[in-house]
């Protein structure tokens, strides 16, 4: 580690006060931490901002946390404590800001099933997380014989109205975006990628993948200002995909949703017949281990109800899980941002309950992956919430003495084993 102050290796010769005159590593832990909560608070205020909404307050916070993390400002372990909590804070206000952009725009979604795989015809798939670029493409699309896919975080976006109401959104091809390379070079119609988790393509597919917004990669066309007529044209030269139903996928559980069935879901728990609630999800990957948020998924137990969000729904989507009482087992919330609306259910269900959130039978087994996990996971600190598993394995910029501050004070602990750890959630 360098120190900007006497100009030496922090620590080494000619330097003998690491953490006064350069960083310790918790300090540098804490601003890694403040760093990545910020550029996730950020992707959704970018999202927010594109749909005409924004914050005073959130722009604010993200110049003091950017400053916060300059040389020589600030070594008071606790101070910035507060400050990552205080992202947990400002992130659940710009989730919230969002939620409201989006509902303000496209409507409250609604509870689907999303047909899989393709139909006869051309075709377009996009992915990401844009909504806006998608009902621009939808837009521009119709009536031109194009059928239109959803790929990876765009999934939920069947779940509302103002876009299920264009006939040619006809379903949803493939899964998360780490199975990008496999699924797209299988279909043979145009790639549309917007926002960010985009995989460096295969040149089997890329003068097929289009770009836009704040995605790009080099060798690739990037479609400003959102006219997306060379998409539309290379989709209509391309060799039609073949009729390939794959079954369905749930999703378009919004808080607004799950809160019109909140009585029956209470008077199910008091009578015994929803044992425990689980949340399992979160961003994914291709690292191994994160088979384990598919095997826990399975083996819950039939009287439990699944909640999931963000991109991990795919690790345990694929699976019927049923109902309890004509209440689904598998309520998949939506998108990262999404999260929101499993905060505002589990808030719910607490008041119902008149308890504390940390008393309910819910526990929360997180998957993270990039920043914006990152800063979910400061959201549900902020909110006190105790007791969480993350996985598949503890972020490296955690340094060993920040991770006690937050085992001590949250009882985070990394997943295990799947028996065991199902066995103590239960328990």
Known sequence: MFCYQCEQTAGGKGCTKIGVCGKDEDIQSMQDILLFGAKGISSYAYHARELGQKDEQVDAFIHEALFSTLTNVDFDLERYLELVLKAGEINLRVMEMLNNAHTSTFGNPSPVNVPR???????????????????????????????????????????????????????????AWQNQK???????????????????????YKDRLFT???????????????????????????????????????????YTAVLGLAEKIVEAVKAGKIRH??????????????????????????????????CGKYRLNGKDYGDIDGIPRLIDNGQCNDCYSTVKIALALAEAFDCDVNDLPLSLVVSWYEQKAVAILLTLLHLGIKNIKLGPSLPAFISPNVLNVLVDKFNISPIGNVDEDLAEMLS
Request: glycine share 14%.
């Open 277 to 310: 609630f689980f949340f399992i999800g979160g961003c994914d990957g291709a690292k191994p281990g994160r088979n384990y948020y598919t095997e826990l998924a399975e083996k819950v137990p039939d009287d439990c109800v699944i909640l999931t969000a963000a």
């Open 212 to 254: 836009c917004g704040i995605a790009g990669t080099s060798g690739v066309k990037h479609i400003k200002g959102r006219d997306f007529s060379e998409v539309i044209k290379k989709a209509l030269s391309q060799p039609a995909l073949e009729e390939n139903p794959q079954g369905t996928f749930s999703t378009g559980f919004h």
């Open 182 to 204: 496999k699924e797209f070079d299988q279909f043979s119609g145009a790639i549309l990628v917007t926002t960010n988790c985009i995989m460096i393509p295969e040149d089997s």
């Open 117 to 175: 795989g393709t139909k006869a015809g051309p075709g377009i798939i996009i992915t990401g997380h844009d909504l806006l670029d998608l009902y621009e493409l939808l837009k521009q699309t119709e009536g031109k014989g194009i059928n239109v896919y959803t790929h990876g975080e765009m999934l939920p976006a069947h779940g509302y109205p103002e876009l299920r109401k264009f006939k040619h959104l006809v379903g949803n091809y493939g899964t």
